[in-house]
């Protein structure tokens, strides 16, 4: 059974012309150029610069345009070294830390046992594609071959306002590493931080096509933008935000018709959202006095809403402007940012 592999990211490498044979089942090999460790299970810097020389399984959702927390500017962004890599935080590192217990209850609830491969699963004809799996799920009678374990911590509220089982970037990560590994199975384990509650390991199938088409989609990605030096669209304000930070004082730009179509779209968008607005607060207000003293609302058992009293702290900036104002002006914070307004 092949293993890890490591690659010289200087070196260039060319492109076979059959482009898509390796996604059947890649071969891995082992060299000896870089050594990617944990040191106590806490990245250290010098292994969080090397992610610029490759794509990870944690960044293939973002370079597809499917991270909530990166857009593919944004990676493109890191990549080139146009922005420098964030090291750990006490999140992504509490999250290391707690990854042993995680995979210790994971072989305790399914009778699996996993081993820790701390160094990264390489492609062999695309060297940029990496990925470093949490756990190696050791082969038993219940699973024949080898498999993944992807362990996640995360909070509950993230999970309560998941749509689906769990975030699409963790299937397209745990995709990722199948497709590197040549395995046929993987597990997810999740852990909410917040209530110390483990979930049940998720078993997640290796799906051919799927691994194809993201596989195809990130090589095109990388070579369209990172070797090419071209930036991808801007996805979202703070792309934009990021392109152009700050406004030329009285610069203008002329609409044309396609603008001015775009212009009178969001007029109208505008106002049906002002419309469901109100219509929204007046229901809300209707139920709300049937309500009266009552805090929940209720159909044959089944809650329907609530009007529950919330006692919230804020800090009374204007009391304290008032009685400290030099202390106030001491601590005050400038910042700048550009306001979009529609003129009516």
Wanted: with cysteine; net charge negative; charged share 25%.
């Amino acid at each position: 059974m092949t293993r890890l592999l490591h690659h010289n990211t200087n070196q260039t490498t060319s492109l076979p012309d059959n482009r898509w044979a390796f996604l059947l089942l890649p071969t891995l090999k082992t060299t000896n150029t870089m050594s990617m460790k944990l040191l106590d299970n806490i990245p250290t810097q010098e292994w969080v610069d090397a992610r610029q020389e490759y794509l990870g399984g944690s960044e293939v959702a973002a370079a597809l345009g499917k991270s909530p927390y990166q857009t593919p500017f944004q990676l493109w962004l890191l990549k080139t070294g146009r922005r420098e890599p964030q090291g750990s935080t006490p999140i992504t590192e509490m999250g290391h830390i707690l990854e042993p217990v995680c995979a210790e209850k994971f072989t305790e609830i399914t009778g699996l046992k996993v081993r820790n491969i701390s160094e990264p699963y390489e492609h062999p004809e695309y060297p940029f594609l990496r990925g470093n799996i949490d756990r190696q799920i050791v082969s038993s009678d219940k699973h024949p071959g080898p498999g993944v374990l992807e362990i996640k911590t995360t909070n509950s509220f993230r999970l309560r306002n998941e749509p689906n089982e769990y975030p699409i970037s963790w299937h397209f990560q745990l995709m990722h590493y199948l497709m590197l590994t040549g395995y046929s199975y993987g597990y997810l384990m999740i852990l909410e931080r917040d209530t110390g509650y483990f979930h049940d390991p998720i078993y997640i199938e290796r799906n051919e096509e799927l691994i194809a088409i993201n596989t195809q989609k990130v090589i095109e990605w990388w070579e369209d933008h990172v070797i090419a030096d071209v930036p991808p669209d801007a996805m979202t304000d703070e792309d934009l935000l990021i392109l152009y930070p700050d406004a030329k004082e009285g610069e203008t730009v002329e609409a044309n018709p396609k603008l001015y179509a775009y212009f009178q779209q969001l007029q109208k968008v505008r106002d049906r959202l002002n419309e469901y607005k109100t219509h929204k607060e007046s229901l809300e207000h209707l139920l709300k006095e049937e309500l009266g003293n009552a805090e929940h609302m209720t159909l044959a058992g089944r809650r329907l809403l609530s009007w529950k009293n919330s006692t919230q702290r804020r800090f009374n900036t204007t009391t304290f402007k008032k009685e400290h104002p030099q202390l106030y002006k001491e601590f005050l914070k400038e910042t700048t940012t550009r306001r979009f307004t529609i003129n009516t």
